[in-house]
């Protein structure tokens, strides 16, 4: 293809392949769907490229392209094998933690005390590992509402999730078992 | 009267839709009296400072990088598309 320098998706994959693929692989899990999504963005970019001025920096216009890729290949997916409903995600967590009146069982630390400080990296790669650890359609819904900051109408919207409720709970739920993985892996000794 | 349960789920669900009057009272009155479920919605605030300090490199492993041999098929690929 023939294409200027500005405009060559062979310069784009180098320059941001490795950023693509891992934005992909974040939300699809997949190695073989994150390469093909990352294909199918640069394919689109150049098809696209005239309406592109350079308003935003070049990775940023590839990753809103490759957003729209994500959400069309999860709403896909969720037509094929239907994820959506509570009872696909026990609440085997929120059982071990509270008691048959809904009382705490576990104790809820403090993160803030000086003694418990991690450093923003260790958080992150302690993030990272409790988010590999939740159920997939848990962790795509999570990635996109608090990472990506989607809201839940468009969650709801984009990837035809059956109820309101059901997205809430799925959170809920998310949200229960990283605390508690976090709260698991970050013991400090002497606490 | 909400029990802890309960309110750890408003918590959350406050995170991603408004909640109506009721739940907002009921919600508010919990955590005044409740210290765990005061520092669990710290928790949950804290996860999503962190997770927006560091969104981006949350995902980029250092395992998540383009294989030689994928990036060979994607460039094929691209190299395929009609000239301009």
Sequence with gaps: MQSTAQSDPAVWLQRHGDALYAFALGRVRNASVAEDLVQDTLLAAFASREGFRGEAAERTWLIGILKHKVIDHLRRRGREVPLDEQHDYPADVEDACFDERGHWLVDVRDWSRPDRVLEQDQLLALLRECIGALPERLATLFVLREVDGMESEELIAELEISSPGNLWVMLSRARMRLRACLEEKSVQPGY | ?84
């Design chain 2, 1 to 84: 009267m909400l029990n802890c349960r309960e309110a750890t789920q408003l918590v959350s669900a406050n995170r991603d839709r408004t909640l109506h009057f009721g739940e907002r009272i009921g919600l508010g009155f919990h955590l005044l009296i409740c210290k765990w479920c005061r520092r669990y919605a710290r928790q949950l605030g804290d996860i999503a400072r962190i997770l927006r300090g560091g969104g981006d490199r949350l995902l980029s492993q250092d395992s998540a990088q383009l294989e030689p041999a994928a990036r060979d098929r994607i460039r094929a690929r691209l190299e395929q598309e009609p000239p301009l």
